[in-house]
């Protein structure tokens, strides 16, 4: 496994008697992962601690190999991860250009290299008809995608995404989604997704960090977090229905009929390669096999419960309402001209 691309110990925020975040520890590997968490649950606060510009109450954290508390390594690290904030960043009386190649210059690119990247970025993200308009001119969307390349002008190692979709009607909302699943698989960026938006994460992200009154409750691969205990599976069969039961009894499988020609079985090896001789045994065919797989949402609303039963004894598990988790070289970089999405 290649190195983490961001390293927690023990990371503390607090402000007076209010603990934003309480002794984070996590490793996160190079890739796309979403922090998800409701609103309030502290996933702002440990971007700006990951960013250097709030300082930790306790611990420590590193990123891209740096620590953001030293200034010297603070300048270093802007220069290899690209920031899109989740409030306006934007400067009035400038035009598209005009502030991601002045951005791309904070960063230490020089002027010839940031207004190269500035049209490059401008194109990637569908804003290349309206890269000399006054920021007035832009919709809510143009000002999202804006703020995404200014992210990327300096061609970044690693993206911090503070809920990209904020504010995207539908069409906007797929665009950003399809970029932002560009940049973490075609592209082969790291990615930190920060969203209160389960279905965000899940088409974007390989792993998940969920998080909740400034404590991690869960995280690890998608894949790993929604597998169903036990190894559940649903299988299709043609042939003899009755037959392919009573010898799954005979050997000790676990069963429920789910429909017609459908089976629900606990498997007893990791493959299916057992149930698929069964079924020959008795003249059937398996034509479908489906692991059972848990929802995000499950596992999410589990690693909640399992929180606040921890904190508060006897509590109620909050609603997915009440969480508002909802279901709903440099100038090259690998980027293609010419995203689709809504035309400027």
């Not at 620590?67 to 220069?79: C, F, I, S, V």
């Not at 998080?211 to 894949?223: C, F, L, M, P, T």
Request: aromatic share 4%; hydrophobic share 35%; net charge negative.
């Amino acid at each position: 496994m290649s190195a983490a691309i961001i390293v927690l110990e023990g990371l503390e925020k607090r402000y007076g008697s209010i603990r934003a975040l309480e002794g984070l520890t996590l490793e996160l590997p190079p890739g796309p992962t979403g922090l998800l968490g409701p609103n309030g649950a502290g996933k702002s606060t440990l971007i700006k601690l990951l960013l250097g510009q709030l300082e930790p109450s306790g611990g420590r954290a590193r990123i891209a190999g740096f620590d953001p508390t030293q200034r010297g390594q603070r300048l270093a690290l802007r220069r290899r991860v690209g920031y899109m904030p989740e409030s306006d960043c934007l400067i009035p009386r400038m035009n598209g250009v005009e502030i991601v190649t002045a951005l791309g210059r904070l960063t230490g690119m020089n002027a010839r290299d940031a207004i190269t990247r500035a049209h490059e970025v401008l194109d990637y993200v569908g804003l290349e008809e309206a890269r000399y308009r006054g920021l007035d001119e832009y919709s809510t969307g143009m000002k999202q995608r804006l703020k995404l390349a200014q992210a990327l002008v300096h061609d970044p190692e690693l993206l911090l995404l503070d809920e990209p979709t904020n504010g995207l009607d539908p069409k906007g909302r797929k665009h950003m989604l399809e970029l932002v699943h560009d940049l973490g698989r075609a592209q082969g960026k790291s990615l930190l997704l920060c969203s209160h938006l389960l279905p965000d994460v899940e088409r974007t992200c390989e792993r998940v960090v969920m998080i909740d009154k400034g404590r991690i409750r869960s995280e690890g691969s998608i894949e790993e977090l929604t597998r169903s205990e036990g190894n559940w599976v649903e299988v299709e069969v043609d042939g003899d229905l009755a037959a392919f039961q009573r010898r799954l009894g005979a050997e000790g499988f676990e069963l429920e009929a789910i429909g017609p020609q459908r089976l629900r079985v606990l498997m007893l090896e990791p493959d299916g390669d057992r149930l698929f001789e069964l079924a020959g045994s008795c003249g059937t065919i398996l034509s479908e096999l489906t692991i059972e797989r848990s929802s995000l949402e499950d596992v999410f609303l589990e690693a909640l419960s399992a929180g606040n039963a921890r904190l508060q004894p006897g509590s109620s598990l909050s609603s997915p309402e009440d969480t508002e988790i909802g279901r709903s070289g440099r100038n090259g970089a690998g980027l293609e001209p010419g995203a689709p999405g809504e035309k400027p």
